[in-house]
């Protein structure tokens, strides 16, 4: 049996110039960095390969010590980048690489849902004439608007068109075929089996894999260790050994970011509950609080990262930490969703779902809740969370909200109605001390990632829950049906959004409960 295991020169000696990648990873959750830092080392030495085109469901590396991406954001070695997300952090960092190529018009960079991303991998590898979907009607996704295109060069090279089929519009995504798998797992045996057993997610790999094979491309796996072929219990494996070619070996490969491994994260032991923390009190938690009002006992609940993040620790500080189900995109279903760098992963879950499938779920709006955060909102109810242009890196692009949202039956949004407040918060009240730089209820926001006249024409139902009030989607536009204690209403909510901001005659005050540091009894 010739052996698979090859070193990380020669794995990246092995891919062609113009070669198409399509790489598995969500930021530093089963990223295959190693390997991405092996090719931007070939091409400093050779110069090869060159004229690269990469594609990522979800983003490669972040800001935080893993790379990914920007080990190969070089000019001449990357000339196309398509993702799902792109690596994020706070403005206090240097801008990525791939960021600042993005910006400078160096690389075509495009931004597509990484539902669909997903969807393309299994048209691609089922030979199907690409994907028909309709998540992304009337977004940025939307060739009416940027047509997934974040900058001018990618503007110039369209990669989704509007077709009318069945008297019904729908956008098409061609198939691009990649020639490359880079993924990752655990544990390879010397027939190349991966299993995954201390990975948070098992995100899209067996479908990146079966796509390049079905094609004739190169898989290449990333493991950490390798055992003896016959070892594995075939249970476990979750990509067979026929569909890879190369194995590399990188025995300190992190689990994600700043986690080297944690045992709860892969599912092997399940924590106490007592073991996760509280949410810090604070601004955001009484935002959190008032949209973990909205849940019901027994329900599925989609959560996206921001203030949100916080609402499952809301519930468990009332001690009603199982009472619904969360569901998160890299795959985790049930438990507790974490925080900060391990986002994206959860504990004590009930089972990990690939990602594809778990998309397929979204997009189908199986779910009951969905729990998101906002950058900006517009008087027609339209939200972006994927594109800044004075400080771009701060977004990491859509990601998978594009795909939860276009057929979700509710829809919570939370953040700060302005940015920059000086607030005061105390046990009966929350005051506006002074305002902030800017409101986030603009004219015109800059990305439509959500489209509120969409949601209206399907009839969701949608809140945007801020610290000074509760907006609802009208058909007449935003309308604040409630209003946080200590607020005054006319200055701190219509004049402060230049009236796109309006008030409901039936306006209601939010429980003073939201404010105070002891735990809330929560009814759900």
């Known amino acids: 049996m010739t052996s698979k295991l090859v070193s990380m020169d020669e794995a990246a000696g092995r891919i062609q110039d113009s070669a198409i990648i399509t790489v598995s990873s969500s930021s530093g959750l089963g990223c295959p960095d190693k390997i991405l830092e092996a090719i931007g080392e070939r091409f400093e030495k050779e110069g090869h390969p060159r004229n690269l085109t990469t594609i990522h469901p979800i983003a490669a590396g972040d800001m935080y010590g893993i790379k990914g991406i920007d080990h190969i954001a070089k000019d001449g070695l990357l000339s196309t980048i398509i993702a799902g997300s792109y690596p994020s952090g706070p403005s206090s960092l240097p801008m990525p690489d791939i960021w600042q190529m993005l910006v400078d018009n160096r690389v075509a960079a495009y931004n597509v849902p990484s539902g669909i991303l997903f969807d393309m991998h299994r048209d691609v590898a089922a030979r199907r004439p690409g994907v028909m979907t309709k998540v992304g009607l009337?977004?940025?996704?939307?060739?009416?608007?940027?047509?997934?295109?974040?900058?001018?060069?990618?503007?110039?090279?369209?990669?989704?068109?509007?077709?009318?089929?069945?008297?019904?519009?729908?956008?098409?995504?061609?198939?691009?075929?990649?020639?490359?798998?880079?993924?990752?797992?655990?544990?390879?045996?010397?027939?190349?089996?991966?299993?995954?057993?201390?990975?948070?997610?098992?995100?899209?790999?067996?479908?990146?894999?079966?796509?390049?094979?079905?094609?004739?491309?190169?898989?290449?796996?990333?493991?950490?260790?390798?055992?003896?072929?016959?070892?594995?219990?075939?249970?476990?494996?979750?990509v067979p050994g026929h569909l890879v070619d190369l194995i590399v070996v990188d025995p300190d490969q992190r689990q994600t970011t700043e986690t080297d491994y944690d045992p709860a994260i892969s599912g092997e032991i399940m924590r106490p509950w007592s073991s996760f923390s509280l949410a810090e009190h604070g601004i955001e938690k009484v935002v959190a609080r008032r949209a973990a009002m909205e849940l019901s006992k027994g329900q599925t609940a989609n959560l996206g990262f921001g203030v949100s993040a916080m609402v499952p620790r809301v519930l468990l500080e009332a001690?009603?930490?199982?009472?619904?189900?969360?569901?998160?995109?890299?795959?985790?279903?049930?438990?507790?969703?974490?925080?900060?760098?391990?986002?994206?992963?959860?504990?004590?879950?009930?089972?990990?779902?690939?990602?594809?499938?778990?998309?397929?779920?979204?997009?189908?709006?199986?779910?009951?809740?969905?729990?998101?955060?906002?950058?900006?909102?517009d008087p027609d109810g339209n939200v972006n969370v994927s594109k800044l242009g004075k400080k771009p890196y701060l977004t990491a692009g859509c990601g998978g909200f594009v795909d939860i949202t276009a057929n979700a039956r509710k829809i919570v949004f939370s953040g700060l109605f302005e940015a920059g407040a000086d607030l005061e918060l105390t046990d009966d009240a929350l005051t506006v001390r002074a305002p902030g730089k800017f409101t986030k209820m603009v004219d015109e926001v800059e990305h439509v990632t959500f489209s509120g006249r969409r949601a209206r024409e399907l009839g969701q139902d949608v809140l945007y829950v801020t610290e000074r009030c509760v907006i609802q989607l009208t058909d007449s536009g935003l309308m604040a049906t409630e209003v946080m204690?200590?607020?005054?209403?006319?200055?701190?909510?219509?004049?402060?959004?230049?009236?796109?901001?309006?008030l409901a005659n039936t306006l209601t005050e939010m429980p003073k409960t939201l404010l105070r540091q002891e735990a809330m009894e929560l009814h759900l």
């Open 138 to 238: 009337d977004t940025f996704v939307d060739p009416i608007r940027q047509g997934c295109a974040m900058n001018d060069v990618a503007a110039g090279k369209p990669i989704v068109s509007r077709i009318e089929l069945g008297g019904e519009t729908w956008l098409h995504f061609p198939n691009i075929i990649p020639d490359v798998a880079i993924i990752r797992a655990t544990t390879a045996d010397e027939r190349g089996n991966l299993t995954y057993e201390h990975e948070g997610a098992y995100l899209g790999g067996l479908e990146q894999a079966i796509a390049v094979r079905n094609h004739g491309g190169l898989v290449i796996a990333q493991v950490k260790r390798i055992t003896a072929s016959g070892s594995l219990r075939p249970h476990d494996v979750r």
């Open 319 to 377: 001690g009603q930490e199982q009472a619904v189900t969360w569901a998160i995109e890299q795959g985790a279903t049930g438990g507790m969703p974490l925080t900060g760098f391990a986002f994206g992963c959860a504990s004590n879950a009930d089972a990990y779902m690939p990602s594809p499938q778990q998309f397929t779920y979204f997009q189908g709006g199986g779910f009951d809740v969905s729990f998101l955060s906002f950058l900006e909102i």
């Open 485 to 502: 204690p200590g607020i005054d209403a006319q200055r701190d909510i219509v004049d402060a959004s230049k009236g796109r901001v309006r």
